[in-house]
């Protein structure tokens, strides 16, 4: 059995949700599950992150993520690449900061491999 665009979405959608809650439970392994091992996050300020950064980094305490209200996901699907954009509140703690509200938008691209989708890249910015 095939799967549709359909499912590709439903997975897409599940994968961004289940990102979201590995970073709030510091739960590596999801992290290292969903995210491909060439992921890059461009953060806000310009910096970079390998996925090995940025897992260590979450889970050493630089970025603290306490929730994440999803308020709109846009997932765009060409063959086994994905572009996803999400809107959610998320309320963190990063390098040092206080903690604080943001309305973050994540823009991911996916790639998928052997039946599974996975995070490529991501940049973040406030909407």
């Known amino acids: ?22 970073m709030i439970a510091k739960d590596s392994t999801t992290l290292h ?10 953060h806000m300020t310009g910096m970079r992150q390998s996925k090995e950064a940025y ?3 979450i889970m050493d305490g630089t970025l603290n993520y306490y929730s994440a209200q999803t308020e709109g996901l846009d997932i ?3 063959g086994d690449t994905a572009v996803i954009t999400g809107h959610s509140r ?12 943001w309305p973050l938008s994540l823009h991911f691209e996916a790639r998928k491999s052997d039946g599974h989708w996975r995070l490529t890249r991501s940049q973040a910015s406030t909407y």
């Open 76 to 78: 765009a699907i060409n």
């Open 33 to 42: 599950e969903v995210h491909a091992d060439d992921f890059l996050l461009i």
């Open 90 to 101: 998320v309320e963190a703690a990063v390098f040092g900061g206080g903690r604080h509200t």
């Open 1 to 22: 059995m095939t799967m549709g665009a359909g499912d590709d979405r439903q997975q897409l959608a599940a994968l961004y949700e289940r990102m979201y809650k590995a």
């Open 55 to 57: 897992i260590r980094a």
